[in-house]
């Protein structure tokens, strides 16, 4: 058996999603939404709301890993929609890594590094499935 070929990171797939790689965490091909989530969102409301989340029939969303959002952040460019935001938070990504403290990890999409964000603070979310 030949290796299998998947798309160039970047590529828009026919539902509308984006691939983004072989996800780091689950090992499996990774989507991600062509959009961040319309609005900032708590640790607990990004998970709710990526469960809920169904695009052109396609559900089993989640909030990215650090791994992966590293990998997304790293391929911005290909992926689109890293866009600056107007407020300190909305240029902060949601992670689904808890911090060994307090909270979760969160990157900083102008610079890409990563602090502990407490949960309550609500951050933009770029959803991902696979």
């Not at 160039?8 to 990774?30: A, C, L, V």
Request: net charge positive; charged share 20%.
């Amino acid at each position: 058996m030949g290796k299998r070929q998947y798309p160039e990171i970047g590529t828009r797939m026919k539902d509308g999603t984006i691939y983004g790689g072989i996800s780091p965490t689950t090992g499996r091909p990774m989507y991600v939404t062509a959009a961040n989530a319309s609005c900032l969102l708590t640790f607990n409301q990004a998970a709710e709301y990526a469960r809920a989340l169904t695009i052109h029939g396609r559900g089993g969303w989640r909030v990215p890993s650090q791994g992966e959002l590293t990998m997304l952040f790293e391929h911005r460019a290909k992926i689109g929609g890293f866009n600056p935001g107007e407020t300190m938070e909305s240029n902060w990504y949601r992670s689904s890594t808890r911090h060994e403290k307090l909270g979760s990890w969160g990157l900083l999409a102008t610079a890409g590094g990563w602090a502990n964000v407490p949960d309550g603070i609500p951050l933009a979310l770029r959803c991902v499935c696979g």
